[in-house]
């Protein structure tokens, strides 16, 4: 079993950052690919970005590249999601997940690469 927390969530104006935290507990050697998801009221939960915790590439979707970064901390099984020009479309709650087996965007992207989650963590941006 793994166990995710989620931190870093807030209010900012539109413009501004925020970083989200992301730290995995349990069997962790079982992680392959870990990522973040949102999901705003009324709409669909989406896939954000993920990265390979075996080699580190990464993946986007199309509405955070070039604003947002994910990455893999120093110390184990810690991920971030640096969050940069956050937009009011931004908005939602944000939940990191891990997989054990797929990595593959066209996966993730509709959650089915993730085997847990958080429980997440909440972004507002306001204009």
């Known amino acids: 079993q793994v166990q995710l927390v989620e931190s870093g969530g807030g209010s900012v104006q539109a413009g501004g950052s925020l970083r989200l935290s992301c730290a995995a507990s349990?069997?962790?050697?079982?992680?392959?690919?870990m990522g973040w998801f949102r999901q705003a009221p009324g709409k669909e939960r989406e896939g954000v970005a993920i990265?390979?915790?075996?080699?580190?590439?990464?993946y986007y979707a199309d509405s955070v590249k070039g604003r947002f970064t994910i990455s893999q901390g120093n110390a184990k099984n810690t991920i971030y999601l640096q969050m940069n020009s956050l937009k009011p479309e931004d908005t939602a709650m944000y939940y990191c997940a891990a997989g054990r087996y797929d990595c593959r965007w066209s996966e993730w992207e509709r959650g089915y690469g993730a085997d847990y989650w958080g429980k997440g963590t909440l972004v507002t941006a306001s204009s």
């Open positions: 990265i390979y915790t075996g080699g580190g590439s990464t």
């Open positions: 349990g069997y962790t050697d079982s992680i392959n690919c």
